[in-house]
Every structure is written in structure tokens, then in C-alpha cells.
């Protein structure tokens, strides 16, 4: 086995272990066991347990984002739909065997008082998103896109809240019909003559 199917391998368990029952429940050698790595590999590729919780947030930030832009992408109609396949694509990750809300906030609550990496991470994840929901409303004719952008983030982290820690299999059902009367407000504040683009 070399040194990047080693550091897949490990990453793959981490990511299960980690986001099914917490980091710091995980021991290293639980790792190694549940990667099928000796623990001198995993200290190759990962010298300290913070080393590899950064490295886990990271991966799993890329993939979240992914797999949502690639369905608001396949899934919506035009630019008017995409804000709302979010909620959508929410839905059906909130139904999937193993939910357990957002990994970041989850990670956050756990280390985020003691380790500056694991802020710094999930404040990256919830800015990316920020500005992945923002490139969506800024070529609608909404007033205020950077405003409804925000108010829309939080109706998805309120939705994946839900969603976790009350079992509420509507919640993004519910979100999605809020985010609409929202978009929908905006462009009425916006009218029918307002610019698109920015511009």
C-alpha cells in the first residue's frame, strides 16, 4: 500500500468515525484498525490527531459543496430555481442513513474552544457557502443580494439543525418555503426594472 492509498484509506475511516459518533470518542487506533494501516503509517501521513481532523473537515467541505452545486446544476430549470434545488438537495441528504447534522458545527461544538484550526475550517465551510448561495442570488433582480444571500444561509444551517437535532424530516421542506417567500419579496422590493449582474 502506498503512502496516498494509506492517507485515502485513513481519511475514509476517519470520516465515518468521526462524523457518526464524534472526535473525540475516536482514538488513533481505532483509525488504524478501522483503515487497515499500521499506526506507524497513519503517523506518516498524519503526525497528529489534529493534523488528521483538519484534513477530514477539509475533504469533507470539498464533497458537501460538490455534491450540492453538481445538483442545484442538474436540477434546476434556470437561474430563478437554483436557490431553492438547495433546499432540495438538503432534503435528500437529510433522509440518507447516517445524517448527523453539519460536520463543521458538530466539530465546532466539540474542539472549536481549543483548537484555532478546527474554527478556522468550519468558519471556511460556512464562508464558502456564504458565497456559493451569494453567486446564485446576485444574477436574480432581488434587492439587497449580499442580505438575502446571509438570510438564506441561515435558513439552511437552521434547516440542517433541525433536521439533526429534532428528527424534523420536514425541515427543509419548511426552509425551502420560507427561502421562497424571501426570494420572493425581494424582487418585489427590487421591481420589475431592477438590474441584473450587479450592474
Known amino acids: 500500500m502506498d503512502l496516498d492509498e494509506a492517507r485515502t484509506r485513513i481519511l475514509d ?4 468515525l468521526f462524523y457518526d459518533r464524534g472526535i473525540q470518542a ?9 483503515a487497515g494501516v499500521s499506526l506507524k503509517r497513519l503517523y506518516q501521513r498524519f503526525p497528529a490527531k489534529h493534523d488528521l ?8 467541505d470539498t464533497r458537501w459543496r460538490t455534491a450540492l452545486a453538481e445538483y442545484v446544476d442538474a436540477h434546476a430549470d434556470g437561474p430563478a430555481d437554483r436557490p431553492l434545488a438547495v433546499f432540495d438537495w438538503l432534503g435528500d441528504w ?3 442513513d447516517g445524517f448527523r447534522g453539519c460536520a463543521f458545527i458538530n466539530a465546532y461544538g466539540e474542539l472549536g474552544a481549543t483548537s484555532d ?30 442580505v438575502l444571500a446571509g438570510q ?43 438590474a441584473r449582474n450587479g450592474t
Open 26 to 34: 475516536v482514538g488513533m487506533d481505532e483509525l488504524r484498525t478501522a
Open 94 to 96: 437529510f433522509a440518507e
Open 152 to 194: 438564506l444561509v441561515l435558513l439552511i444551517d437552521g434547516a440542517i439543525a433541525g433536521a439533526a437535532l429534532l428528527g424534523e424530516p420536514s425541515a427543509a421542506r419548511q426552509a425551502r418555503t420560507a427561502a421562497a417567500a424571501l426570494l420572493e419579496a425581494a424582487g418585489s422590493v427590487a421591481g420589475p426594472g431592477a
Open 117 to 146: 484550526r478546527v474554527g478556522r475550517v468550519a468558519r471556511e465551510h460556512k464562508e464558502a457557502l456564504l458565497g456559493y448561495v451569494a453567486g446564485l442570488v446576485c444574477v436574480l433582480p432581488v434587492a439587497e443580494p449580499e
Open 13 to 16: 475511516a476517519a470520516e465515518k
Open 53 to 60: 481532523v483538519e484534513a477530514y473537515l477539509r475533504r469533507r
